[in-house]
């Protein structure tokens, strides 16, 4: 069941970010899924769901792979934020988080 909430959250939003990203990828593990929100080249938002039973952990990261912020992405780093607050949003209304 955990997967299967994890799944939807993810088809969510990617339905709302999908005229506002590059592209959107999600990669799955056993008990984790990684979703890559692509802004530009080198510039991304990454949100991190792992879940253990009926407990799901949240993370985000903005940048590159590293979370690197190059100077040229400077002007992006608001819209990267917003995201992660309604990504953050969406997760606390399909109750992934408090």
Do not use: C, P
């Amino acid at each position: 069941m955990a997967r299967e909430r994890v799944e939807a959250y993810f088809k969510q939003l990617s339905d709302v970010l999908a005229r506002r990203a590059k592209r959107i990828t999600v990669d799955w593990r056993h008990d984790e899924a990684l979703g890559q929100i692509q802004l530009d080249d080198d510039m991304f938002v990454f949100v991190v769901v792992s879940w253990a039973g009926d407990e799901y952990y949240i993370e985000y990261m903005i940048g590159d792979e590293n979370a690197v912020i190059q100077s040229r992405h400077i002007g992006l780093l608001d819209e990267a934020v917003a995201i992660v607050k309604e990504a953050h949003e969406l997760a606390r209304k399909m109750k992934i988080v408090e």
